[in-house]
Every structure is written in structure tokens, then in C-alpha cells.
């Protein structure tokens, strides 16, 4: 149960985060890939329907294809289920999984890739993204530090 204190406390967490970086504004995860830059950053996930910051995460210069994918390459590594046991989709699978009517949806709709169904249980979660540049894997860490110590006692799912 949150208590107004623990709300409070989150909000002033929050409200710290522009000072540690130039933030993106929030948009939906599913809406925002295309205009996530191919550079080093740091991203945060927002559950939508909570407003709680669920993950902190960080890409380096991920080159694949021969060209960097950086921030874009991460996000949508989310959306495809290439990252499915990744620290995040592993948490939105598990959290999928102990809804019986989600799994239902799953195996009657015919679906048997276990890579979709890491897709399908992050997008279900209806999450917004906003990310921060960073100019190399280094800084990108760095940030991703800073942000997990401020905002771990207010709803991440770290593990």
C-alpha cells in the first residue's frame, strides 16, 4: 500500500532527474522507436497507467549491420522480444505470466515463440520512454548508476 508519504517521496526522486541529465519529453514506447537516437544513452521506462518509473536502463554504441544502434537498438530490442531475458522483459514475462488471462489470450491465439511473448508482455504494459544521450557506453553507465541509487526505493524492478 503507498502510503502519501512514499507518493511524495517518489515525486521528489522524480523531480531530481533533470538535474542529472537532458531527458527526452515522455511518449509511448511503441510510438517513440522511431525518433530514439542511434547514440550511447540512458533510458527510463514509465508504466503508464501507475506513472511509476519500472526500469533504468543503459545502450552503448551497439553496432549491428555495421552501423551504431545505440538507444534505438535497445528499445527495440525490447518491442521484438530479442531481449527476452534481459533484466526488464524477464520481469514484464514473469509479471505476464501470473495473469491466467493473459496466458490464455497467448496460447489460444496460437502464438508458441517464446521471443513473441516477451514482446507481447512488454508491450502490455502500456509504457512510456524518455532517454538521455550520453557520449559513450562510459557515461551511459555512469548516468544509469546515478539514476538506479535515486529512483530504486520508488517502484523499480531491479533485481
Not at 551497439?62 to 527476452?84: C, F, H, I, K, V
Not at 512488454?122 to 557520449?135: G, Q
Request: proline residues 4%; negative net charge; aromatic residues 8%.
Amino acid at each position: 500500500m503507498t502510503t502519501y508519504a512514499d507518493e511524495e517521496a517518489r515525486l521528489a526522486a522524480y523531480s531530481e532527474l533533470p538535474g542529472l541529465a537532458e531527458w527526452s519529453a515522455w511518449a509511448p514506447l511503441v510510438e517513440a522507436i522511431a525518433e530514439a537516437p542511434r547514440a550511447p544513452g540512458v533510458y527510463l521506462f514509465l508504466e503508464r497507467p501507475s506513472r511509476v518509473v519500472r526500469h533504468v536502463g543503459h545502450a552503448g554504441e551497439r553496432a549491428g549491420g555495421g552501423s551504431p544502434q545505440g538507444l534505438y537498438g535497445r528499445l527495440r530490442a525490447y518491442l521484438t522480444g530479442q531481449a527476452a531475458v534481459s533484466g526488464f522483459s524477464e520481469a514484464a514475462l514473469d509479471r505476464a505470466l501470473a495473469d491466467t488471462d493473459w496466458v490464455r489470450e497467448q496460447v489460444e491465439g496460437g502464438e508458441r515463440r517464446a521471443r513473441r511473448w516477451a514482446a507481447s508482455a512488454v508491450r502490455r504494459l502500456e509504457l512510456d520512454v524518455s532517454w538521455a544521450v550520453c557520449a559513450d557506453r562510459d557515461e551511459a553507465r555512469w548516468l544509469e548508476g546515478r539514476v538506479v541509487e535515486l529512483l530504486r526505493p520508488h517502484g523499480l524492478w531491479v533485481r
